[in-house]
């Protein structure tokens, strides 16, 4: 009897001790295939310092993710992110597909650089590169990229700031805070979704007239989906009115239809 509970202890022990290698080995798996699967989009470089799947939850959490500049800029990061959180659709990854049914990006700080050369380091951005010069673009990498679909993004941008290096000696630096807090839906695009990051942190300021950024060619690119967004947004705020609209006519009928005779001249 002694002997056989020695050996389910030790069984349990196993397993738990596989379990914990099971999920520290997925989530060291899945860093490296997220840091790669982002420089392939982007570009560049990038960091972070955890990334967490949930073995129950389809949850996974992102901490401190930052995208680099590349080499050539004294300013190190471009973006810097400390959470981002996702639920993902299980059965949609085992056909190969990325299937994020909620999507929450908290960019703390994004830094737009022009360098002691003159060269902004937007323009080392993959999408900007190839909306500029689509003849040019790098030779699509061996190995297809998954199909995406966010269904909901929520993207929050606190600060935005310019340095301009151009001119020698210290920098000119602008600082913007944005507090942006704002959904979208139906993100189907790896792309996209770093062209909707750029066009957000950069329309509400200065920086595109400062830096000679033209928005138009990525804004172009989003057409389809800002306007798809913004109609969204438009026929919640009708519902609203309507709805509102429809309780002050039903609290009119029955006003006018219950005569209470309290205060009535006789």
Known sequence: ????KKILTSLIVIVLIAAVVLAVGKNTIAKVAVEKSVEMVTGLKL???????????????????KLYNPDGYKDRVMLDMPEIYVDYDLAAAFRGKVHLKEMRMNLKEFTVVRNEKGELNLDSLKVVREEKAPEKAAPKEKGKMPEIQIDKLELKIGKVVYKDYSKGGAPSVQEFNLNLDETYQNIDNPAQLVSLIVVKALMNTTISQLANFDLKGLQDQLGGQISKITETVAQAQESVKAAAESVQEATKSLQEAVKLPFGSEK
Not at 1 to 4: E, G, V
Not at 47 to 65: A, F, H, Y
């Open 1 to 4: 009897m002694f002997k056989m």
């Open 47 to 65: 960091s972070m310092q955890s990334l967490n799947i949930g073995i129950i939850k389809t949850l996974v959490g992102i901490k401190e993710l």
